[in-house]
């Protein structure tokens, strides 16, 4: 079955920087959408970047924008979140998910498969 398991986060200062990764497996195809999410607590969670696993563009909420880099590594299918100039109101539980049930990566958020989320904390 498919596996998303989380590595990186922790804590940092404002302004410092932080990788988040995401090792996938047990995808019946190759091509599906990842990403990114997050939510604080007394919030909804919120998508904050993706990809297709075919190419093409990738996807950042505005909040994000320019501070955080979104890649994937098709050889070990390891999908890596880069988080630099943090703020405080980036603290939050990151989640890595996939979606293989159709529609778009970046306007839909039903992402079907997630992992177990990782702590990011940034202290001003």
């Known amino acids: 079955q498919v596996q998303l398991v989380e590595s990186g986060g922790g804590s940092v200062q404002a302004g410092g920087s932080l990788r988040l990764a995401c090792a996938a497996s047990g995808f019946t195809y190759s091509r599906y959408c990842m990403g990114w999410f997050r939510q604080a607590p007394g919030k909804e969670r919120e998508k904050v970047a993706a990809?297709?696993?075919?190419?093409?563009?990738?996807y950042y909420a505005d909040s994000v924008k320019g501070r955080f880099t979104i890649s994937r590594d098709s050889t070990t299918n390891t999908l890596y979140l880069q988080m630099s100039t943090l703020k405080p109101e980036d603290t939050a539980m990151y989640y890595c998910?996939?979606?293989?049930?159709?529609?778009?990566?970046?306007?839909?958020?039903?992402?079907?498969?997630w992992g177990q989320g990782a702590q990011v904390t940034v202290s001003s």
């Open positions: 990809l297709f696993t075919g190419g093409g563009s990738t």
């Open positions: 998910a996939a979606k293989d049930n159709g529609g778009s990566c970046f306007a839909r958020s039903d992402y079907n498969y």
